[in-house]
């Protein structure tokens, strides 16, 4: 089966840890034999003006046109991207998406999965007409965000009804973009996967040795972006909160609240306490989960946090808020915060530090949610379209 992905996030050289996730299930695929390569435009920035551009557009002038990755095609053709013009910037993906799906490597594919609906859901009417399959996953805020706002909402349900089927990371997102317009009989949940094998438990004082971190000290660890749907605030103030005299709050990620988040640890007196790493290769991460004695995550929005199913196939507890797909794979009502208000949040997590699940019962309760399990529902909603159509 001949896949192509148009999609507007997936690791690149300037980017290596963005879409990592995505990378990982195409890779998966392509391992079970089929031919799969990306599409991913981006908007046109100068190259010989790169010096002076803003770091997040210089980054993109950088990017390579074309490259391959993990043995996976990628091209990354250009469009103009006006600033405050979302639409017209959707349209302009898609015109410039749909024209490289169509003319890739063998001519059209046998289906095209965007991954990530937004801004890729604009090319999918076109991608019909011309009489290539179309399968749109949902990840997150590509569907909840994007639904918030006029205009775009309307763009965004039109391209999912206009495709063959929708996929999605977990059953509350897939059911999000059911009320948008896809169609409930064809919508399939592929959800990410972990890879047991090395995200598995191991020795704690090995990985903090190697780490660089205290053997002795208790380590709470927060991982992702520093963006306001993961709300690292909040986390610092639910660690406060928790009264654990002597230990660390570590972030691993970075984000536009970095500075925000280090000023309100200086604010609060929690500066010797507190962290900020940065971003972190993910051989790194396997470490940290298991030098870590909880994990917390207070998102305010989520799909299916690929963190807590690493954190905990590793043993390592977690206290997560109630958002998005969280609750599906958080089953355990000491770990599943159904507030947001840090005080209750802290107590949760003091009492996790203080009587820990056994490693063994964390990994029992994800052992099904493996990479294969993933694997074979895409594979299944790929061969099916692709038949049909």
Request: with cysteine; net charge neutral; charged share 25%.
């Amino acid at each position: 089966m001949r896949v192509r992905v148009l999609t507007s996030l997936y690791p690149s050289p300037e980017t290596p840890f963005e879409g990592i996730f995505a990378a990982r299930k195409w890779e998966g695929l392509r391992a079970r034999g089929h031919d799969v390569d990306v599409v991913m435009p981006l908007p046109w920035a100068p190259r010989s003006l790169e010096r002076w551009l803003p770091d997040h557009h210089a980054r993109m002038a950088r990017t390579p046109a074309r490259e391959v990755r993990s043995g996976i095609p990628i091209v990354r053709p250009r469009y103009l991207h006006v600033p405050s013009r979302s639409i017209g910037n959707a349209r302009r993906f898609a015109k410039v998406g749909q024209r490289h799906v169509l003319a890739g490597p063998g001519g059209p594919p046998d289906v095209c999965v965007i991954d990530y609906a937004w801004p890729g859901a604009a090319a999918a009417e076109g991608l019909r007409r011309a009489g290539v399959p179309v399968v749109i996953n949902g990840r997150g805020s590509d569907v909840l965000q994007v639904a918030e706002v006029d205009g775009l909402k309307q763009e965004l349900s039109r391209g999912l009804s206009a495709a063959n089927a929708i996929t999605a990371v977990s059953q509350d997102l897939l059911d999000a973009m059911v009320a948008l317009g896809g169609r409930s009989e064809s919508a399939v949940l592929t959800p990410n996967g972990v890879d047991t094998n090395h995200f598995a438990p191991a020795s704690k004082e090995e990985a903090r040795r190697r780490l660089g971190q205290p053997v002795g000290d208790r380590l709470v660890l927060v991982v992702g972006h520093l963006i306001p749907r993961k709300d690292p605030i909040l986390s610092m103030d639910a660690f406060r909160a928790a009264g654990l005299s002597g230990a660390r709050l570590v972030y691993v990620g970075r984000g536009p609240l970095f500075d925000e988040v280090e000023a309100h640890a200086r604010a609060t007196g929690m500066a010797d306490r507190v962290s900020l790493l940065g971003e972190r290769p993910p051989e790194e991460l396997v470490d940290w989960y298991r030098a870590a004695d909880v994990m917390l995550l207070t998102s305010s929005r989520e799909g299916r946090p690929n963190v807590v199913l690493e954190a905990l196939s590793t043993g390592c507890p977690v206290v997560a808020t109630n958002a998005g797909g969280t609750a599906e794979i958080v089953t355990s009502e000491r770990m599943l915060s159904r507030t947001r208000d840090a005080g209750e949040i802290g107590a949760m997590l003091a009492s996790l530090l203080s009587d820990p699940p056994t490693p063994e019962a964390l990994r029992a309760s994800i052992e099904p949610l493996t990479w294969r399990s993933s694997l074979d529902a895409l594979e299944r909603t790929l061969s099916e379209v692709a038949s049909k159509a």
